[in-house]
């Protein structure tokens, strides 16, 4: 892309944040460096810059000075919609907002991540920063699909995606929200044929993300919240295990577990464990044998006669 | 270079406050901070150079020095000398950082300061933001996080009480923590096992206890870190449906997978040692091992020796 355009988009968006009054286009043809032409060429050229500098996020308000005469339309930007307004931040919390800023280790979040401080360090200087560690934590999450999502759920998209659950099918979806939870990134949403709100594992959406309609498709229930939907963090039911450790042995079972000595070879054990209980358990092969409850015996020897 | 004009202003628009905050950088300096190299640096500020208010005499340009490349400044900023406001996905990336750093302290002063500021960016971001996002419990706590990290960045050495899983032991040993590393929502610590002087993985929710020692800041400077685990080879195994959850899993290890009948073909690379033969004989259901065929054999027999201390 040339210069020339890069430069026209800088002034306009100078001359438009320095007006206190809105400045008409003919003020701008006139007085912006880098418009030139027909009237026409001028006519699509701002357009254009227009809507290059929206594509930034930078919103340019449009209005008239005289209520009575509104065909004479202007153009500015406000300073308050323009600037970080974040108020006064001490170093600790600079410090903090940094560390925020860089433990991403995914294409997209770092990126986000280096942008949003150099903007934080454009308020105060990085020597403000407290050393907390920085690059000495990171979060590795890769997300291809986040964008695309987080879009669909910002402009109320209906969108469209195969999913590969039990079997692999085509859903239509409103999206409502995204959840991160134990590193992985979970969709809460209408489903449409399903008519019910669902919730998506990320990493099992087997294709793009297909945008359905335009924008604004849908409302989401004002009574929706999304921590109703996360299955994932209902307290989990525990069950009450009574079993015979070898001594010196499951050792993670032990730290929250009752222990009393047998012989010199077992201890007993009673612990408690969540869904999960079968595969903690087989973890401690022939070192554990788990005595009640009786039906999770029986549920435990057919699963290894199965597995042989 | 493929850079649109639109990515090349919004870099130039938040060059100019960076610089008038934090004047003497180098252009090498900025173009790491920016992303980018200090060619496209050095171009931008020369067009910068040329913009400015309505008018455009010396008095209405931007005013930039940078003919030495080792201290730029910026001593005119018209309009451009507050920072732009952060984006809204900016903005969420900090809230979703800010959360992570809550579950990683147990300190409630700290916890009242991130809070404090995740409060702020979402009243400027948008109640929709948190009505849409949730990242209640986005990792595995681990209350002795937010300890380790305070070592790393004083570099102390830590005597850490481990209990391993693959093992099923717990020792006592003294380490140079590295980092801290998020997978899959699991905490890892990297260090150096000062008795073995070789670098170690440790899962912090498997760190029983730590104790912090002396500080020395160059212990670790001249520390070659090995590779991926050298010791790895191929394992193979065939399993129902139910292995795309152990793919999904185990992602780190898999090679790669085919469907075949009524089930899937994975390979993984991993040590085929203890964790392997744990890890197969714990997931529910059957595995069976094509090779190597001396894990085949040991999981058989463990399976059977489980099965007779029932009998």
Known sequence: ?308 | MSESAIDRVARALDLIPFIRQNPGLSVVQIAHRFNTTPTQISKDLSLLHMCGLPGYSHLELLDIDYEDPNYISVTEAQVLDQPRSLTQIEALTLILGLNLLTELTSDSDEREVILGLQQKLKAIYGEGLSRSISTTDAIIESPLASEILSAIAKRQFLTLTYNSATSDSITVREVYPISIQYLHGAGYLKAVSVSQNEDRTFRLDRIVSIEKGREEPNYAKNFSFSDINQADETVEIVMGHDGLFFTERHSAIVTSFQEVDGGLRISLSVSAGEWITRTLISWPTKITVIRPLELRQRIQKRISGILGNYQ
């Open chain 1, 1 to 308: 892309m040339s210069d020339q355009k890069t430069e026209r988009l800088i002034n306009l968006t100078m001359a438009l944040l320095a007006t206190k009054r809105y400045m008409s286009k003919a003020e701008i043809f006139s007085q912006v460096a880098g418009y030139s032409g027909t009237a026409e060429t001028k006519e699509r050229m701002f357009e254009r810059d227009k809507e290059d500098i929206r594509t930034l996020g930078i919103s340019i308000e449009v209005g008239s000075h005289d209520p009575l005469f509104n065909d004479e339309l202007g153009y500015r930007i406000l300073e308050n919609g323009y600037e970080l307004e974040i108020g006064e931040l001490s170093a600790t919390q600079i410090s903090y907002l940094s560390l925020a800023a860089t433990v991403w280790r995914n294409q997209l979040f770092s990126s986000t991540g280096s942008h949003a401080l150099v903007k934080i360090d454009a308020l105060n200087g990085t020597g403000f920063r407290e050393d907390f560690g920085q690059a000495a934590l990171s979060l590795e999450n890769e997300t291809p699909l986040f964008p695309a999502l987080w879009d669909a759920i910002a402009n109320s998209y209906r969108i469209s995606f195969t999913y590969r659950s039990s079997t692999t099918t085509r859903r239509h979806v409103l999206p409502y929200g995204l959840s991160l939870w134990h590193g992985s990134w979970y969709l809460v949403g209408q489903d449409i044929d399903k008519k019910e709100i669902r919730v998506f594992k990320v990493s099992r959406i087997l294709s793009e993300i297909s945008v359905e309609s335009s924008a604004l498709a849908f409302t989401v229930p004002s009574d929706f919240a999304i921590q109703n939907h996360l299955v994932m963090l209902a307290p989990e039911s525990r069950m009450n295990f009574v079993a015979r450790a070898r001594v010196g042995r499951c050792q993670s079972l032990r730290m929250n577990a009752q222990v009393s000595n047998i012989d010199a070879e077992w201890d007993r054990i009673s612990f408690t464990l969540g869904s999960d209980w079968l595969e903690q358990i087989l973890w401690f092969g022939y070192d554990l044998r788990i005595e009640s409850p009786l039906e999770k015996v029986e549920e435990i020897t057919s699963v290894l006669r199965e597995k042989l």
